[in-house]
């Protein structure tokens, strides 16, 4: 039977108007080749936006991860602990670089990296005199991981710290941005994030000697001189000028976009909580979660239906779910290495499900999802 209603996406792009003047100011002045304006712009009012001292826009938040890798000399069989519960762009970089991940497990309380599990990993390492190169720390759906005893502990063992906020803009932790506490913080612009430059990233950080670093290496790893003189080798992971113009305009409706999210969620957890066996995922007690996404998990045996059964429930009335993120350790690409527990995150796989969070979404929308989802529990 052909769909009469309109398809409700997951998390679509959701333009606020602002960005056609930004662009528009690029194609008058002629500025389309990379840098520019806006580009300078973009960074500086990034930065303020987040509370970082330096920024640099790149054409993908996976381009600014590897930077950071690169900056912190991440190399063959370094290991590198990270946070398994999250999408592969975290962990593809540390490959990029020949390194080793670790996996390390979440907490229950905002499903993002378990800092006991990362003490106990730290502590072992010392103990055996391996020393990781670095910690990746992932920002999950919106919410900032509990930053307070990750970065002590990175410091205790000095172990520099890279922060994948991709998702976690707009997000706070303890009112202060997750991606500002590390070394280096990682942003994402990519077409279903909070904000998008259709596709884009930011690396930030307060150290200007890695961050003119991370410049050069973005582009070409130009040195200083008249002609392309070259002594290491470098990328091309500079945003382009016309993007950071959509950047801009998005970044005037950042506020909007979290208030918005937010009550998307508020909305669902009102329609849904009441139903046996639904669980949305917390919100933990530091900060600000943006709810990106809202998350819940289902419980079969309460609920009478699985997540998948949701899922395609959904499907079949042209709303686009998705399961969470498949844990890291249990991707075949990542089996071999290893995972510190694993447990929490492969829990929350077999049941969670995000619902269509974008900031555009009409209360009929909502309606629609719920509606369709109220149907699988009877
Ligand atoms: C989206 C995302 C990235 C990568 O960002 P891109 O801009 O798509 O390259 C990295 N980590 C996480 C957790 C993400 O969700």
Known sequence: ??????????????????????VQEAFASNWLAPLGPNV???????????????????????????????????????????????????????????????????????????????????????????????????????????????????QQYGVPLVEDAAEAVGATYKGKAPGTFGTLGVFSFNGNKIITTTGGGMLVSDDAVLMAQARKLATQAREDAPHYEHTEVGYNYRMSNVLAGIGRGQLRV??????????????????????????????????????????LTIDPTQFGADREAVRLALEADNIEARPVWKPMHMQPVYAGYEAVGGGVSAGVFAQGLCLPSGSGLTVADLGRVTTSFYATAL
Request: glycine residues 6%.
């Open 254 to 295: 950042l506020a909007e976009r979290v208030a918005a999210h937010r009550q998307n969620f508020a909305f669902y957890q009102e329609a849904l909580r009441h139903l046996p066996g639904i669980r949305f995922m917390p919100e933990a007690p530091w900060g600000c979660h943006s709810r990106w996404l809202t998350c």
């Open 40 to 154: 300078d712009a973009f960074e500086a009012e990034f930065c303020a936006a987040v509370g970082s001292r330096y920024g640099l826009a790149t054409t993908s938040g996976t381009a600014a991860l590897h930077l950071a890798l690169r900056l912190l000399d991440v190399g063959t069989g370094d290991e590198v602990l990270v946070s398994t519960f999250t999408f592969c762009a975290s962990v593809n970089p540390i490959l990029y670089q020949g390194g080793i991940p670790t996996f390390i497990d979440s907490e229950a309380v905002s499903w993002n990296m378990d800092p006991n599990l990362l003490e106990d990993t730290l502590r072992r390492r010392a103990r055996a005199g391996r020393k990781p190169k670095a910690v990746v720390l992932v920002h999950l759906f919106g919410q900032s991981a509990d930053l307070d005893p990750i970065v002590a502990l990175c």
């Open 1 to 22: 039977m052909p769909h009469t209603s309109p398809r409700i996406y997951l998390c679509p792009p959701h333009m606020s108007g602002y960005e056609q003047q930004y």
